[in-house]
């Protein structure tokens, strides 16, 4: 039996406490760490993927269930526990904290009537554990959360110095043993076999994009910078609006975040590749699964590889996974008018311009590069979600 921890939540990122109230979505790192689980279960004998209702147990669960062709079954046992008036508070707060682990501690204890104020008390949370228990098998895994994983496994056998040692991180896992009627929670390095290089692969039909690290950034910045394509993006005498960059500027911009998954969901970087060369860079920023949009950004690092088709399949194998792996349907990209090809480029990827005001633009998306700065949209539908995820 296994017990597994969804990702990376966006009230995690917001250090709040959450449970019943709140339902977030898991991060863009989130959804990544999950998928990093796969090679784990892979080999184990699961024959059920059982989960919590919340959102964010949900997506970790279907991640899993799609690869090893499982269906999930939803049972609110799962639940986390009910924290009552803590939730939506900072996780910082001392005096959260002290009534948080104050709590839990009295649970683990024996006190089972402790009760969160305005929520669970241990005796509730100790009948969920016992419901769990007799429905899953030694071929299951349970999808779920932090604190409800934690005085499960302290109720049921597993040694712990101090309670923090129960937590398991975000999408961590851990191991039933039953011949010592315990569980292991399974360290970093079991839990994970997939290098930097191998996250998020992504295959279009003429390229692979495959995700930068952070010693990719000083050759995207002298593609952008110092190339034979860069007077017809930025600087003068055409666009003096938009002057080219310093490496300090650049960097501002195009943070390590963009370069080692650390943007919780902000933004990521591909170098674009055909056959065994680098023709360019594209990447994402501000991904907003609740509005379901994204912005894009592309160039091509010489123009021996312009007009050969590697930058519209490249936004097509993007958006397509985006949109598959992530449910973001809306993709914008914002060159300027004078930038005839980019636009024509972007055409063919099946962006179209919005007509909208300078202001509403403004608005909408916010000042933008140029003073003539349009924008393009693509949405995505499932007839146009053709492409491949390695």
């Not at 049972?75 to 986390?80: A, G, M």
């Not at 003429?206 to 394509?229: G, H, M, N």
């Not at 590749?273 to 379901?292: F, H, L, N, P, W």
Request: glycine share 8%; net charge negative.
């Amino acid at each position: 039996m296994y017990l597994q921890r969804h990702g990376e939540s966006e009230t995690n990122v917001e250090k709040q406490f959450t449970c019943r109230r709140l339902d977030p979505n898991l991060t863009y790192l989130g959804w990544q760490q999950v998928e990093q689980k796969i090679a784990i279960y892979q080999d184990a004998d699961i024959q059920e993927i059982i989960t919590s209702p919340s959102r964010r147990a949900v997506q970790s669960a279907e991640i899993l269930g799609k690869t090893l062709g499982l269906g999930v079954t939803v049972d609110d046992s799962l639940l986390e526990v009910d924290i009552g008036d803590l939730e939506g508070k900072s996780e910082c707060d001392v005096d959260c904290l002290r009534v948080f682990f104050g709590t839990l501690s009295d649970w683990l204890g024996g006190a089972s009537n402790a009760r969160f104020p305005g929520g669970e008390s241990g005796q509730d949370v100790a009948d969920r554990i016992k419901r769990v228990m007799s429905l899953a098998s030694p071929a299951s895994l349970l999808v779920g959360h932090a604190t409800f994983f934690a005085v499960l496994m302290g109720s049921t056998g597993m040694q712990f110095n101090k309670i923090e040692d129960l937590f398991l991180p975000h999408a961590g896992t851990a191991r039933r043993r039953e011949e010592q009627a315990s569980w292991e929670i399974l360290k970093i390095a079991e839990q994970s076999n997939v290098g930097e290089k191998n996250k998020m692969v992504i295959k279009g039909v003429i390229t692979t994009l495959s995700p930068a690290i952070i010693s990719d950034r000083e050759k995207i910045f002298k593609w952008l910078t110092q190339s034979d394509v860069t007077s017809s993006m930025m600087g003068s005498p055409d666009y003096s609006d938009h002057p080219i960059p310093t490496w300090e500027e650049f960097k501002n911009d195009y943070r390590e975040m963009f370069f080692n998954d650390s943007g919780n969901g902000k933004g990521r970087h591909f170098i674009i590749i055909a056959g065994e060369t680098e023709v360019g860079t594209i990447g994402y920023d501000g991904m907003d699964r609740r509005k379901s949009i994204a912005e894009l950004d592309i160039w091509i690092k010489e123009n021996q590889y312009c007009g050969q088709g590697y930058g519209t399949d490249a936004l097509n194998a993007l958006t397509t996974c985006l949109f598959k792996e992530y449910e973001i349907e809306n993709f914008i990209i914002r060159p300027s008018v004078r930038n005839k090809r980019a636009v024509r480029a972007y055409s063919k990827a099946g962006f179209t311009i919005m007509h909208l005001s300078r202001e509403e633009q403004i608005r909408q998306f916010g000042q933008g590069d140029y003073a003539d700065t349009v924008t393009l949209m693509k949405r995505m539908t499932t007839e146009q979600s053709t492409g491949e995820r390695f």
